[in-house]
């Protein structure tokens, strides 16, 4: 079974350790088994690539490496603050939902 997380794809984050800190952006992907997420415009690194059909010319292109999910925290859609994140049981559907914790709405 796979572990439950805070975040997944397609939520607003923002960093709030590391190199990258204070930076936001949107999840890309997320890796469960190492705990790590891909973040757009964060923790970006230079690789070095071949000629390829995509960089014909090659040489160094910026890209975004992956963090570790305890360094992101959820930006709350409606407020734009940051917010824990919790889980309730939902009574419509009888199934967990995120909840934030400053406002108590569910997170879609």
């Given at each position: 079974?796979?572990?439950?997380?805070?975040?997944?794809?397609?939520?607003?984050?923002?960093?709030?350790?590391?190199?990258?800190?204070?930076?936001?952006?949107?999840?890309?992907?997320?890796?469960?088994?190492?705990?790590?997420?891909?973040?757009?415009?964060?923790?970006?690194?230079?690789?070095?690539?071949?000629?390829?059909?995509k960089?014909?010319?090659?040489?160094?292109v910026?890209?975004?490496?992956?963090?570790?999910?305890?360094?992101?925290?959820?930006?709350?859609?409606?407020?734009?603050?940051?917010?824990?994140?919790?889980?309730?049981?939902?009574?419509?559907?009888?199934?967990?939902?995120?909840?934030?914790?400053?406002?108590?709405?569910v997170?879609?």
């Open positions: 079974m796979q572990k439950k997380l805070h975040i997944k794809k397609g939520d607003s984050v923002k960093v709030i350790a590391g190199e990258s800190k204070g930076k936001e952006g949107k999840v890309l992907s997320i890796d469960r088994a190492k705990n790590r997420a891909f973040v757009e415009g964060v923790n970006e690194v230079s690789k070095h690539t071949k000629p390829n059909a960089h014909p010319q090659g040489g160094i910026k890209q975004e490496a992956s963090i570790h999910i305890s360094n992101l925290m959820l930006i709350e859609p409606g407020t734009g603050k940051t917010t824990r994140v919790g889980r309730k049981l939902d009574e419509k559907s009888n199934k967990l939902v995120r909840i934030s914790k400053k406002s108590g709405e997170i879609k």
